[in-house]
């Protein structure tokens, strides 16, 4: 940072401006609403504690533009195509942080001379602080009002309130938050300053997954919540009409149903994510997309999980090879002709009924680069890859001369390769009742439970329930009411508030 950059910043309490003057009084809220059509008066009987002040006065809305005004600053986003930034100090505060990140929150001043005009999007009348993002078209501000933002998010709280953050006295309050998702933070930003009108009706699964980015990184989960039944009703809509398909990414799908709890597709998306992982040249689980998983936002066990059900699919394939491949390799064994069906053959018909299996078999193998039959823990090819190549082996049978196909008495036969692929890939993961109760917590906390979606997941739960606990959510402050006693024997000062509305033109 310049010295002259140094010399503009200074930190100051979160309700101080940088002129020294309380941020919220009633005499900056009165220069800020500057149409006296109507006056509010407060009017203290009894003496304060800490204040002198008997009587306030601050100027409230022009009640003759009222309605229509009003109606618009309350229901939309001011829209702002350009804003000059002659008088902008863009020096920036820099800030990555999560949930998790709270207790050390750094804060580095980042000194950026530009004379250049963003577009910025106002949430609020009152709006004093720009958060500076990026989408595809390049910079852009959300202007909201800090106040509203710190009471949405203990993650803004620090950030705002932490101490930590310079506050411009020559300038406008600049935070950059250039990783944040654009379509996710607004969402968070027009709950949190009453613009309902312009939220999604049907966000698909990039947008949930930038939502949820959101939600997660700044610990704001009860914003949501009266919008996520609607919200997962989309999420099925979209999973389901593109299910298998590559319109949806399930790698984001997972995340988002993890982070918001969403009970009827996680264990759902956990099976088809397994299915693509694979196996790097250093034994690391990455994704379809060649990322490593332990480098994703979720945690371990999550994680452990993809990892545990693709070995599972992948063991259950091979072994439905290796064993009918051993066993028709063994003469001793042959003798039982356990993959001849027949019931009417002689000995020897079925004999050769197996021999063919065996040759058709080798085969097959080969011209799937998979003899010898590999070990589980060394193939590192995708499930999904593994099955198409084991689909397409032909293990051939005995047929009986002049005899139509379902006469024949050895359509039966066979080693039943392509049922156990069929079998290994179950459609749900078996969950455990620890992480069910997570999910159940999440749904809860972000809005989206109800029973309908949890029916399957309760199914599994009553087979391994959790040894823990559930969670009481009504005790978390951030999401339910608190209750606590006053108690009245302790001293305490006593006065009286009279409010009068006086209307001007009266």
Known sequence: ??????????????????????????????????????????????????????????????????????????????????????????????????????????????????????????????????????????????????????????????????????????????????????????????????????????????????????????????????????????????????????????????????????????????????YKATINDDGELVDSKGNLWKDQDLPDYVIGLIASARLEAVTQILYALSVPFSELMDATKNQEVKFCRSTDGSIDIKHQCQFQQLGSLMSGLMSADLMPVPSAESYKGSVHDLANKVNKIKVTRFKVPGVVPHQDTHSGCGIGHKEAVVDAMPSMVQLKGELIQELKGRAKRSGAYNSDLFRELNEMEEREPSPVPEVNLREDPQHYKQFEDFDATDPFEHFDVEIKVEDVDA
Request: proline share 5%; hydrophobic share 35%; with cysteine.
């Open 1 to 274: 940072m310049s010295h002259q950059s140094e010399e503009k910043a200074s930190t100051v309490p979160a309700t101080v401006d940088g002129n020294g003057d309380n941020a919220l009084s009633p005499e900056r809220i009165a220069t800020k609403n500057n149409s006296p059509k109507a006056t509010l008066s407060v009017k203290t009987i009894g003496e304060p504690p800490l204040s002198p002040i008997t009587e306030v006065s601050s100027v409230i809305s022009d009640c003759e533009q009222g309605s229509q005004a009003t109606q618009a600053h309350s229901d939309k986003k001011d829209v702002v195509v350009k804003e000059d930034d002659d008088d902008l100090d863009l020096s920036i505060v820099s800030a990555d942080v999560g949930a998790d990140d709270l207790k050390d929150t750094t804060l580095t001043t980042v000194d950026t001379e530009t004379n250049e005009k963003l577009p910025v999007i106002k949430y609020h009348i009152d709006a004093d602080l720009y958060i500076k993002l990026t989408n595809k078209d390049g910079p852009i501000l959300y202007k909201v009002w800090s106040p509203v933002v710190a009471a949405a998010s203990p993650v803004w709280r620090k950030i705002i309130y932490g101490g930590s953050y310079p506050h411009f006295q020559n300038g406008k309050w600049v935070i950059e938050m250039l990783d944040d998702d654009v379509f996710g933070l607004d969402v968070i930003m027009s709950i949190a300053h009453w613009k309902f009108h312009e939220l999604p009706e049907r966000p698909n699964v990039d947008e949930l997954y930038g939502l949820a980015k959101m939600i997660s990184k700044y610990d704001c989960s009860q914003l949501i919540v009266p919008y996520m039944q609607v919200w997962v009703g989309s999420l099925n809509w979209h999973v389901a009409m593109n299910d298998n398909s590559s319109k949806n990414d399930d790698e984001k799908t997972l995340y988002l149903t993890w982070i918001l709890g969403e009970g009827r597709w996680f264990s759902r998306v956990v099976s088809r994510v397994a």
